[in-house]
């Protein structure tokens, strides 16, 4: 069965740090880059942060220096690591996995950053 699974979102106090893990099954992990989106609630979809099938990475402005993507090939699992949350990082976060025309999503989890 292809799909992606998000986990380690949660609840944290600003400040604090959380991985999130996009674990992938069904196809050839290692041929995808993966992309990390948040959507908070009345905005859209806004890419975080990606790593090529070569490992090159991307980040939007507002997390540069606090998040870190990356990828274990071989457990076929990516990893956003998030430290410095702010509230405004509040949102649901979603990998997207893309090879040529092929797009596979997962289901998202939530993060939530709040005293």
């Known amino acids: 069965q292809v799909q992606l699974v998000e986990s380690g979102g949660g609840l944290v106090q600003p400040g604090g740090s959380l991985r999130l893990s996009c674990a992938a099954s069904?196809?050839?992990?290692?041929?995808?880059?993966v992309t990390w989106y948040r959507q908070a609630p009345g905005k859209e979809r806004e890419l975080v942060a990606g790593?090529?099938?070569?490992?090159?990475?991307e980040y939007v402005d507002s997390v540069k220096g606090r998040f870190t993507i990356s990828r274990d090939n071989a457990k076929n699992t990516a990893y956003l690591q998030m430290n410095s949350l702010k509230p405004d990082d509040t949102a649901m976060y979603y990998c997207?996995?893309?090879?040529?025309?092929?797009?596979?999503w997962g289901q998202g989890t939530q993060v939530t950053v709040s005293s």
């Open positions: 069904g196809f050839t992990f290692s041929r995808y880059g």
């Open positions: 790593i090529s099938n070569s490992g090159g990475t």
């Open positions: 997207k996995a893309k090879s040529g025309a092929i797009v596979k």
